[in-house]
């Protein structure tokens, strides 16, 4: 029997998981006009598909409006039916943006920032991800030994990513317990989340088709290494021209630089259940796990909250171009538009407030005393996602970056999440978020 070939819209929800519906391919010019049904309480769904208490109830209705440019289609050629998806907006019958869609929120994050420095951003997102099912492989952090018997896995991976149209740049063994790296090359606004999205997709189909299973949790081994999702940006002014370096700048900062790091400094601790907002999250932001444990800025610096990342050019113009900064308290239990919405606004509001960024540091911050890192304007990142959620409910500036309502419903999503797994034992927990992420 001929197959009838399927088209998943899927939206980035709150879980960080891509969900949605299917319809047929030959479809696809009509739901681009009518769009897909959704339901409000379905943003509710945790990633362990428990339901969180939903202002919504079994009442109202959406549409998932999918974004043409985002259609992806990857044919393994190894008899399965090829993957077709096409990420998607979150849409009112009427057709205005949801409160609740990530890819919308981001949308509006990104307006924001060209209003108040009329420049743009340009971001990759870094991904570590390890295999589940391998065995221990002793003496093997960034070794050829490890890549070559992850050749297939990699190279079948930078295809796929190829054939969706994404812009591969590198895949590595990384120096956890069958830990890789793949990146993509910068790409403008949102399309960076976009491919974010669509990597961590097509990382999971290739692995299954492979049969070697992967998981981008957090931290599946409290005694191990964790899993980052490391978002470098940097800045174009209107005519497209580097504007995130100044030689004469602190570190190389540009004055727009300065503020919008400034601002991800100071909100960072109200906004990391955003970025890290998984139970186990916070066992990876720790000292010494080179992941971010304090709000500091870092200069080439694996430890700190944002990094200023080195440059290998040598002319100014190219050292401009190639100049940026990363912030490393993400990771993969988040959806890339919110946490790229999150880093934007903040960034926005110390550029609104015209925010003077710290002075890198130089030392280990866990060998200070409250009292010294306060005098440093340094603070510790929440050390649970209950405290991350307290902070981010607490700070109205943070939940004022955001529709109405999302706050709320962020909140609830994540107590039920919380709610779930509270009598797990250690590794009980870090078993379930392993298998779903």
Known sequence: M???????????????????KAFPAGKLEKRLKSG??????????TCFDSIADSPFGSLGDLVLMPALDTLVAVDFEDGTAPERFVLSDIC?????????????????????????????????????????????SPGSAFGIEAFSAARDLGE???????????????????????????????????VAADEAAILRALTHMTARRLR????????????????????????????????????????????????????????????TCLLAPSAISYTRLTPHRWSAAFNNLGFRDREAAVRICPVTAKKPQDIARQFNFEVR???????????????????????????????PAQDDLSELSVSELQARGIVRLPQTLQEALNAFAENATVRGWFPEGFAEVYVAHKNAEIEYVKDLNEADLHAAYADVY
Request: proline share 7%.
């Open 329 to 359: 308290a993400a990771d993969a239990a988040a959806t890339p538009h919110l946490t790229l919405a999150a880093i934007v606004h903040a960034g926005c509001q110390g550029i609104e407030d015209k925010l003077d960024a710290p002075v």
């Open 92 to 136: 009112t019958t009427e057709g205005a943006p949801w409160s609740c869609c990530t890819r919308s929120i981001l949308k509006a994050a990104l307006a924001r920032l060209k209003d108040c420095a009329d420049v743009s951003l340009n971001a990759t997102f870094e991904h570590e991800f390890q295999l589940r099912d391998a065995p221990a």
């Open 212 to 271: 070697q299973p992967v998981t981008f949790s957090p931290i599946i081994d409290p005694g191990g290494v964790g899993n980052g999702v490391h978002v470098h940006i940097s800045f174009v002014d209107a005519n497209g021209d580097p504007a995130t370096h100044d030689p004469d700048g602190p570190g190389g900062m540009s004055r727009v630089t300065q503020h919008f790091v400034a601002g991800v400094l100071k909100y960072l601790p109200a906004m």
């Open 36 to 45: 897909v049904g959704w339901v409000p309480t379905n943003a509710l769904i």
């Open 156 to 190: 079948t991976l930078m295809g796929a990513l190829a054939e969706a149209g994404l812009t591969t740049d590198t895949f590595l063994k990384e120096y956890g317990a069958n830990q890789f790296e793949v990146t993509l090359e910068p790409q403008h606004g949102i």
């Open 2 to 20: 001929a197959r009838d070939p399927l088209i998943f819209a899927a939206t980035s929800d709150l879980a960080g998981k891509l969900r949605g």
